[in-house]
């Protein structure tokens, strides 16, 4: 039976890491639902968030696979329920009359969103949160016509004081 699994790889900050790791998924037959990365508080080091869906076999394989890549520091799969999970999604809606605008403005204020373009046909509407607010809103925004979505892909922290080890051996040059 097929889950979502949240993936987060501790990688050595170089050149071709996360397309070594996008090619392990892609030769192996599995699709990255959404990825994200970004520095951390290592300097040397990049923090990638995978989300996929597959059977916990399948997963497990996937994750040795991973550990084996020369570039990774650490592997870790983070329960969702003990996880904060968010996106970022730049969504950009057709506005067609004064009250168009002033309707996508109201959901925006509802989905704690804020506006941070305004075109004489267009409104960009910036939206934090869980995927599910993200589809929520884009359902809403639909009715007036989107015109383009960027999002980022989910990044995500266990909740409370765990948090993924990096130890000193562990560090590339």
Do not use: C, W
């Amino acid at each position: 039976m097929e889950s979502d699994f949240l993936i987060v790889a501790i990688v050595d900050n170089r050149i071709g890491v996360l397309h070594k790791i996008a090619s392990m998924f892609s030769r192996r037959g599995f699709n990255i639902e959404t990825i994200s990365a970004g520095e951390i508080n290592v300097p040397s080091l990049v923090r990638i968030t995978i989300t996929m869906k597959s059977d916990k076999n399948t997963a497990d394989q996937l994750i040795k696979q991973m550990e084996k890549l020369i570039d990774i520091v650490s592997v870790t799969v983070l329960d969702p329920e003990k996880a904060v999970e968010r996106e970022l999604a730049l969504i950009k809606v057709r506005i067609d009359t004064p009250d168009d605008r002033s309707a996508i403005m109201d959901y925006a204020n509802i989905f704690r969103g804020r506006v941070v373009d305004v075109a004489p046909k267009s409104v960009i509407v910036e939206i934090t949160g869980t995927p599910q607010k993200m589809n929520a809103f884009i359902e809403l925004a639909s009715t007036f016509g989107i015109l383009e979505i960027a999002r980022t892909g989910i990044t995500a922290l266990s909740r409370g004081k765990e948090s993924i080890p990096i130890e000193a051996e562990n560090l590339g040059e």
